[in-house]
T-cell receptor, first 113, second 112 residues
Framework: DQQVKQNSPSLSVQEGRISILNCDYT??????FLWYKKYPAEGPTFLIS?????DKNEDGRFTVFLNKSAKHLSLHIVPSQPGDSAVYFC????????????FGAGTILRVKS | GAGVSQSPRYKVAKRGQDVALRCDPISGHVSLFWYQQALGQGPEFLTYFQNEAQLDKSGLPSDRFFAERPEGSVSTLKIQRTQKEDSAVYLC??????????FGPGTRLTVT
């Protein structure tokens, strides 16, 4: 029973364009959502998060959108840079302190120069 | 500022052997988490400590898996009588009681 789903295994984008990574969830008890970025042979690193009381959170080139009614969130990267090429994981938690994160399977982003 | 470190980075074990994986969290971090990441999948929660107390071990797949953090700092994940299905990357993360978990590089375990 996958509670967090990232249906696109990979995404290829031209440098300078927008990258949109999508995530769907099934558990309505989730109230905190996070995006992590992972390079090969490294652990995931925190990128951006959003509470369920918001529908948008922005940090520089990264914006996360949350649609609670659709149980859907997305990560927008504008403009995309070659250094953004990595695996992106969506994660969710049922409490603000993020214990027991539930992760999606990840999306490989390739930014072409 | 050292991050989360894990050792060994790679471990090959023969089926039936016991293994011990070590995690050194960021100094002062209260919370420590273990995750298992199978190939092509996202990390899956195994267990969680707050200081030395193991508050949640609901993700441990069997009683062959055991984790400890006796002094509230370094943690060890032990797997007894390893099986092929235990092959995965084991990730440790720590946090200062917040949602932002800092991950180590992981230990890749291969059971042959």
């Amino acid at each position: 029973d996958q509670q967090v789903k990232q249906n696109s295994p990979s995404l290829s984008v031209q440098e300078g364009r927008i990258s949109i990574l999508n995530c769907d969830y099934t558990n309505s008890m989730f109230d905190y959502f996070l995006w992590y970025k992972k390079y090969p042979a490294e652990g995931p690193t925190f990128l951006i998060s959003i509470s369920s009381i918001k529908d948008k959170n922005e940090d520089g080139r990264f914006t996360v959108f949350l649609n609670k009614s659709a149980k859907h969130l997305s990560l927008h990267i504008v403009p995309s840079q070659p250094g953004d090429s990595a695996v992106y994981f969506c994660a969710a938690s049922t409490d603000r302190y993020g214990n027991k994160l539930v992760f999606g399977a990840g999306t490989i982003l390739r930014v072409k120069s | 500022g050292a991050g989360v470190s894990q050792s060994p980075r790679y471990k090959v074990a023969k089926r039936g052997q016991d293994v011990a994986l070590r995690c050194d969290p960021i100094s002062g971090h209260v919370s420590l988490f273990w995750y298992q990441q199978a190939l092509g999948q996202g990390p899956e929660f195994l267990t969680y400590f707050q200081n030395e107390a193991q508050l949640d071990k609901s993700g441990l797949p069997s009683d062959r898996f055991f984790a400890e953090r006796p002094e509230g700092s370094v943690s060890t994940l032990k797997i007894q009588r390893t099986q092929k299905e235990d092959s995965a990357v084991y990730l440790c993360a720590s946090s200062w009681d917040s949602y932002e978990q800092y991950f180590g590089p992981g230990t890749r375990l291969t059971v042959t």
